[in-house]
């Protein structure tokens, strides 16, 4: 896996972002590269396609410097992590990226984002996401502004299926791990 700028693999469904509860999945297994080994190692309900070309970007965000050391203050003991996996359309991605280019300034300044991450793999058509958020209230304004709102409403058109998921984590799990984010994602029931 390469690393890549976050906001130009922010492709990934921040169109989604987290609209499901916390601990509303369980684990599943992974083989430690980054991609999982079960009969839908997306996440999205497609048949199964190993990404091993996810290119995934730095972990980083307001709460989250890697050059400073990782997190930064305030520190907590939990906090809320979330995951998206989306099927893109191929005649759709680019559309997809501009419309989702319109929520990053939204999303990098929510002051309750702890750091986010995006992953894609062409292989697979798929784009991922995985952010971390001081808690539910955090996350729920950025799924509830504007910009966001207008891109929930095109995911269909963007996608065939996806999957959203949230849980949560303690300081000790940050940076949050990519094997733990598609686990997650497969573990969870599609979202559409």
Same mark, same amino acid.
């Given at each position: ?30 083989? /430690?590269?980054?991609? &999982?080994? *079960?009969?839908?190692?997306?996440? =999205?309900?497609?048949?199964?396609? $190993?990404?091993? +070309? ?70 697979? /058509?798929?784009?991922? &996401?995985? *952010?971390?958020?001081?808690?539910? =209230?955090?996350?729920?304004?950025? $799924?509830?502004? +504007? ?46």
């Amino acid at each position: 896996m390469s690393i890549r700028n976050p906001l130009r693999l922010i492709t990934l469904g921040l169109a989604l972002a987290a609209c499901s509860e916390p601990g509303s999945d369980s684990d599943a297994g992974s083989d /430690g590269s980054g991609t &999982t080994q *079960a009969d839908d190692s997306t996440g =999205t309900g497609a048949a199964a396609c $190993v990404e091993d +070309d996810l290119d995934v970007s730095e972990f980083a965000g307001p709460g989250y410097d890697p050059a400073q050391g990782g997190l930064l203050e305030p520190l907590q003991d939990k906090y809320l992590a979330s995951t998206t996996v989306l099927a893109l359309r191929p005649e759709t991605v680019e559309e997809f990226r501009a419309t989702v280019g319109a929520m990053i300034p939204v999303l990098t300044q929510n002051p309750g984002l702890v750091g986010f991450s995006t992953g894609s793999s062409a292989k697979c /058509g798929t784009a991922r &996401t995985m *952010a971390v958020w001081r808690d539910q =209230t955090a996350m729920m304004n950025f $799924v509830a502004s +504007d910009e966001h709102v207008a891109g929930m409403q095109r995911t269909q058109e963007f996608s065939t299926t996806g999957t959203v998921t949230s849980w949560e984590v303690t300081r000790a799990e940050l940076p949050l791990a990519w094997d733990t984010a598609i686990a997650k994602a497969t573990a969870a029931t599609p979202s559409y």
